[in-house]
């Protein structure tokens, strides 16, 4: 089987967020978003190792953050999870990440400021690539009209929104296509937009609206409330679940939406924060 080499860069600085801590450090619910990143990556049973790129100064808090992170059940055993120093650029630290996994076969890269990406959708992504796609990239519709607009700020277009898509992350490549895009100093926004550049065609598999990117102190505000009730409706389940209703006549005799059922809905936990 070839490997599958997560790589994350998370040596952004995240200007946007306004936080004094880079941007993968930040916690959302308590936790780093780079840590809940790799959380999910590995909760996918898809992946084989994971390389995660942070700034120099970093490379001791991260190497502790995720020291304790490794597969939990499925037929995979524990997946490593290796920190190196990043570069100046985010396509420095994919370079740098490439550059530690030489014997991968597929490479997924993956936004740390992703956090909440479901398992699901990273599996699909690595499902579509071992079975042949060379490149594969999540994709949502867009469900505003866009418009573009010269430097004045005037109107010069309006793209039928049918044909666009907003694209996430993890993006998964084989590896020696990634290697061949890294390989030339041409820029772009993504990682798929430097396969594009070679000719190759990018497949899409479906996204998912979790998966989207932690950039602004709004992003931040919805990411810690979709953890909160993520939490607080596990916890219910958990504490419901060891709640053994008492036989009695009056519980056996209650009607449907009476007493009994309302004993159980009744329990819930609720998560300090």
């Known amino acids: 089987m070839r490997p599958v080499v997560a790589l994350v860069p998370a040596a952004g600085r995240g200007v946007r967020l306004g936080e004094p801590t880079p941007k993968a450090f930040v916690p959302v619910g308590g936790t780093p978003m780079v840590r809940l990143a790799v959380d999910g990556l590995i909760a996918s049973g ?7 790129v942070v700034p120099a100064e970093l490379v001791d808090a991260a190497s502790a953050l995720l ?9 995979m055993p524990p997946v490593p999870v290796q ?9 420095d630290s994919v370079r740098a990440g490439i550059a530690a996994a030489p ?14 990406t479901p398992p699901e959708l990273i599996a699909r992504v690595a499902t579509e690539l071992q079975a042949g796609s060379p490149a594969v990239v999540p994709a949502l ?15 010069t277009g309006t793209p039928d929104r049918a ?23 041409v820029g772009a926004t993504d990682d798929a937009g430097l396969v594009e550049r070679l000719g190759v065609a990018v497949h899409t598999v479906a996204g998912d609206p979790l998966a989207f990117k932690i950039t602004t102190p709004l992003d931040l505000t919805l990411a810690d409330a979709v953890l909160a009730r ?7 389940d958990a504490t419901a679940s060891q709640v053994e209703p008492r036989s009695t006549p009056a519980a056996e005799s209650a009607p449907v939406g ?3 059922q309302l004993g159980h809905s009744a329990v819930r936990t609720e998560v300090a924060r």
């Open 83 to 91: 920190v190196v120093v990043g570069g100046a650029e985010r396509t």
């Open 230 to 236: 993520r939490r607080d409706v596990t916890s219910a």
């Open 103 to 116: 014997d991968a076969g597929y490479y997924l890269v993956h936004d740390a400021a992703r956090a909440l």
């Open 258 to 260: 009476g007493a009994a």
């Open 141 to 155: 519709p867009v469900v505003d009209t866009v418009k573009s607009v010269d430097d004045a700020g005037v109107v």
């Open 46 to 52: 898809a992946v084989h190792r994971v390389v995660v």
């Open 67 to 75: 020291s304790t992170t490794s597969l939990t059940g499925g037929s």
């Open 163 to 185: 044909d666009l898509r907003a694209i996430q992350t993890p993006q998964g490549f084989d590896a020696e296509l990634l290697r061949r895009a890294y390989a030339t100093d």
